[in-house]
């Protein structure tokens, strides 16, 4: 039997508990936030990484802060609450879930203003429990949707990580990779190394290993090689943001993928859970991109691989057209082009365990 990873979890006694997953592979780690600036912090700094991850990591962070605030009456809390917000929200710009767990958090407490003050930082933790009991169902819900799209023997290529890790449990992409090896098909999976962070090597074949599906490393730009040669059917990745008219934001490297299956033919699906997409974005064009600290780039793991000082560029991710995207794949479905209007269509409907608008 497989053991399930504990991405994250709430403490009963006030915090939050998470797998660092900048010690991965070499070693599984567990740190204890006990209070929201600590949860800023291993956001910040990738100890917790993931879209739908962080999307529950800054509900909890801002229900934990919640605890900690001494306003006595209720406008002075939420006055404060926004505050703790506004720090969680300076962590990374680029990942939607992060932004809509804050928003569904605040949206609790002003729904609930009349209650006492116990009672609110009472009812925003259980606001934040409930979103990671969601979002297992609706990584397994995208699972099961998304496996269809995979046929027996395939190879999947995929990128960057986007597993158990990258959310409260399962996964998204390679969620869905698991979800057609539990059904009996006979697939192999290429996992990119996912420069400059390597989550793909570091994280992705460390879940892959545990999970038992046969898997590859290759380098990022080796892709387009195994293309060529037919040795790919299908790549699949994640999302950090979705625009309204089907466009995605998600780890450097997706948009040179999308064009590498456009050439050679080959399906480029993207997982993501419909909170994903920015309902006030129109297109990629507004999505904030990351740019992370140049380190990352001219060194690996602290050790230099460039000369000292020599400057480097280090956005985090890029936007991949709707255009490349052949089926997005969330958890109230698989959405076909053109994405716009699938999106648009399928705005007003609930995902599993959920009746909230993101």
Known sequence: MIQEIQTLTWLPE?????????????????????????????????????????????????????????????????????????MLARTRPTARNLFWGLERILTVAEKHRDLSLPALKRCLVEEAITMHQEDLACNRAMGAHGQQLIKDGDTILTHCNTGALATVGYGTALGVIRAAWERGKQIQVLVDETRPVLQGARLTAWELTRLGIPSRLITDSMAGDFMRRGEVQAVIVGA????????VANK?????????????????????????VDLALATGDQIPIEERAPQEITTIAGIPIAPEGFPASNPAFDVTPAALVSALITDRGVLYPPLARAIETLRGSSPPGDSSEP
Do not use: W
């Open 14 to 86: 006030g915090g939050v508990r998470l797998l660092d997953q900048t010690r991965l592979p070499r070693e599984e780690v567990y740190v204890e936030c006990r209070d929201a600036e600590a949860v800023a912090e291993a956001i910040r700094n990738l100890r917790i990484r993931g879209a739908p991850a962080l999307g529950v990591a800054a509900a909890m962070g801002l229900a934990l802060g919640a605890q900690r605030l001494q306003a006595t009456d209720v406008a002075s809390f939420l006055r404060d609450l926004k505050e703790v917000a506004a």
């Open 240 to 247: 950090d943001r979705i625009a309204m008219n089907g466009d």
């Open 252 to 276: 450097i490297g997706t948009y040179t993928l999308a064009i590498l299956c456009r050439y050679h033919q080959v399906p480029f699906y993207v997982a993501a859970p419909f909170s994903t």
